[in-house]
T-cell receptor, first 112, second 117 residues
């Protein structure tokens, strides 16, 4: 079955700390796509990144970086030098056919 | 380019009533998907519409139904509301057959917060 697990329910950090959000997935497919979304209090899901299974290069975008490891079925997300504006719920998701299967999300609270 | 707009933003209904939620897709997007997000959980796929036809459905009962119109806007209808239907309903528009999956091009709206009392 396609499944995404985000074991961290809530993380609190102080501004400028680095923080890593964990994501573990299960899939029967050999080719698959993983995503991270940010959900601020306004409710919409903001796309952050898509990763396909045949590209294991890690990616960096500004303060954001992603570590994809097929061997451990993990796709972790790190925010460097966190800021208060990073406070949100973060979802990891797996594409299953034409739908996204989401994890339960991790609430990130960044305190000043 | 306009994003995805959903209406209303908030709604309170009584158990047993019916509700219609609306979604206007992003310009140029012809596929619309609906998700239900219960409090403290991740979004769950309800169904997707492409060219006015249902194109996949999640594990939701038939009282959840939808429509897509020629301008690609969409409605989600829920009959015989139950307390557990209380949730944030998210609409996402996309282009079909985007390389690697439509998820690459999903644009989500801000959702409709439905409360059933």
């Amino acid at each position: 079955a396609q499944k995404v697990t985000q074991a961290q329910t809530e993380i609190s950090v102080v501004e400028k700390e680095d923080v890593t959000l964990d994501c573990v997935y299960e899939t029967r497919d050999t080719t698959y796509y993983l995503f991270w979304y940010k959900q601020p209090p306004s409710g919409e899901l903001v796309f952050l990144i898509r990763r396909n299974s045949f590209d294991e290069q890690n990616e960096i975008s500004g303060r954001y970086s992603w570590n994809f490891q097929k061997s451990t079925s993990s796709f972790n997300f790190t925010i460097t030098a966190s800021q208060v504006v990073d406070s949100a719920v973060y979802f990891c998701a797996l594409m299953d056919g034409n739908k996204l299967v989401f994890g339960a999300g991790t609430i990130l609270r960044v305190k000043s | 380019e306009t994003g995805v707009t959903q209406s209303p933003t908030h709604l309170i209904k009584t158990r047993g009533q019916q509700v219609t939620l609306r979604c206007s897709s992003q310009s140029g997007h012809n596929t619309v998907s609906w998700y239900q997000q219960a409090l403290g959980q991740g979004p769950q796929f309800i169904f997707q519409y492409y060219r006015e036809e249902e194109n996949g459905r999640g594990n939701f009962p038939p009282r959840f139904s939808g429509l897509q119109f020629p301008n690609y806007s969409s409605e989600l209808n829920v009959n015989a509301l139950e307390l557990d239907d209380s949730a944030l309903y998210l609409c996402a528009s996309s282009l079909p057959n985007t390389p690697g999956g439509a998820g690459y091009g999903y644009t989500f709206g801000s959702g409709t917060r439905l409360t059933v009392v």
